[in-house]
């Protein structure tokens, strides 16, 4: 028995009936997804009445205002990680519904834990497919509906071939939980990059000298800069906040070879 308000008591639900409660949550929970599946059908009707076909229907920043919006509001007992989980899979099936969705997964010399990040980000809906060179992944990510999650691992300067292909962007960091560890791989795609008000972009440069020096001078100019890897005589940057290719901060940033490669979400659970 458990107190109550004016000493009161109330009883325990038994076994049997938080089962049966359970039961009939289940019932309504499957009616709901069926209906949500039905409506991700109606969503590539739509788009092919309107003429908007043949195009990948990923759509980052949407995503990522549906996921800010869900954590945000009250919950008893579901974990941010639940919540993650459950919705990333939800919006994966829809996406595979509406057309071709694919994921090619590099991962360095941690091929299992990159494939592992890339379901937790993606979802159980789309094929997948480990390659042994980044070159293979980012292939893919040049077809329709094709997502190249690519480890930052430090004996490949994969991200640097993305200053030469604007079409290919960065669009995910993996994971997408603070909660799950520090930022381990990113995901690379032909898709549209938006601002969504808590942003990391991706910055390039040829640089020579610390990359101490770097973050120093762009601190100079008002951007927070910190070093994720440097590669091949590379250097990539994390800038804290979203940026535009063209921005002229970046523009006087030290190195002739430089540009932005792309731009994510900061973690959900921050």
């Known amino acids: 028995m458990s107190a109550a308000k004016g ?58 205002q549906v996921m800010r919006r869900l954590l945000a509001a009250p919950r008893k007992a579901a974990t941010p990680g639940l919540v993650v989980r459950v919705w990333r899979e939800l919006m994966a099936e829809s996406l595979r519904l509406q057309g071709p969705f694919h994921l090619a997964v590099w991962g360095g010399k941690d091929p299992g834990r990159t494939a592992e990040l890339a379901r937790l980000r993606f979802g159980a809906a789309p094929t997948m497919r480990q390659v042994a060179k980044p070159e293979e992944a980012l292939a893919e990510a040049r077809t329709l509906g094709g997502v190249a999650v690519l480890s930052l691992a430090r004996d490949s300067a ?60 762009l601190s100079r100019d008002g951007v927070a800069a910190s070093l994720l890897v440097e590669s091949g005589g590379l250097k990539l940057f994390s800038l804290a906040g979203y940026y535009m290719a063209d921005d002229a901060r970046l523009a006087r940033a030290p190195g002739r070879l430089s540009g932005v490669i792309g731009a994510a979400p900061g973690p959900l659970d921050v």
């Open 158 to 217: 994969w991200w640097g071939r993305l200053l030469a292909e604007p079409k290919l962007k960065v669009f995910s960091t993996l994971p997408c939980l603070a909660a799950w560890g520090p930022m381990a791989a990113l995901a690379v795609a032909e898709v549209e990059v938006e601002p969504t008000g808590d942003d990391v972009t991706f910055w390039v440069t040829d640089a020579p000298g610390s990359a101490a020096a770097v973050e120093d001078a």
């Open 7 to 64: 000493g009161k008591t109330a009883a325990t639900p038994s076994l049997e009936a938080v089962r049966e409660r359970i039961d009939a949550i289940d019932a309504e929970l499957l009616r709901l997804l069926d209906e949500r599946a039905e409506l991700a059908h109606a969503v590539a009707a739509a788009k092919a009445a309107a003429g908007d076909v043949g195009r990948f229907g990923l759509r980052p920043g949407r995503e990522t």
